[in-house]
């Protein structure tokens, strides 16, 4: 798997409880969470240190930058923090901060190249994690959602909507139009329930 920088012969050994070690372990963690399960490894963790974990995961900081960044302090350090073996500390946390403020619109960026890549087994993951009821819930709370923002950009600058269509109407499969599109189908669906 290209996510995990992993071998199938690595991945095998996992299933038998060989767990990876050092950034590999990071990045397996982080690809769970990012798929939609909770991982207790990762729940525990102080907020700051949890999203510097998604950072390195999803490569938009290296360790041996955080580490040059908060500090200078040993690579090994930032381990500690991310498997919870070592508080950190104020002036740390200030500084580690700065260097994800630094790196939010990159970070950003990777988390929609990681969706796009991984769109297809999200939903065979949350269709198996999700009873209909609930499906139709968080799909309810979705639109209300878009429609409570999409309000919000009709009222605002139409710099800002110029801006939105820039920002999320590009690429091969702009979110825009394929979020239009599925609604479409959504909409054009006609029939009965069957009792």
Known sequence: MDFLRASPYSINGWKKGILPVGERYIRLLYFLQLIGYEVAEIKG???IVQEAGAYIA????????MAKGMGP???KRIFE???GNNGISEERTAKLRTILAENASLFEQKKQE???????LMHRISAEKLTPEKLIQQFAAACTQVRTLGNMLLDGSRDTRFLMREEIGKGKEPL??????????LLAERGEIKG
Do not use: M, Q
């Not at 394929?178 to 479409?184: C, F, G, I």
């Open 73 to 75: 302090i040993k690579e």
């Open 45 to 47: 963790l102080p907020a």
């Open 114 to 120: 990681f969706a796009l890549k991984t769109d297809s």
């Open 176 to 185: 825009l139009h394929t979020t239009w599109e599925t609604l479409n189908r």
């Open 81 to 83: 923090y991310i498997h």
């Open 58 to 65: 999803l490569g938009a900081v290296s360790i041996a930058d």
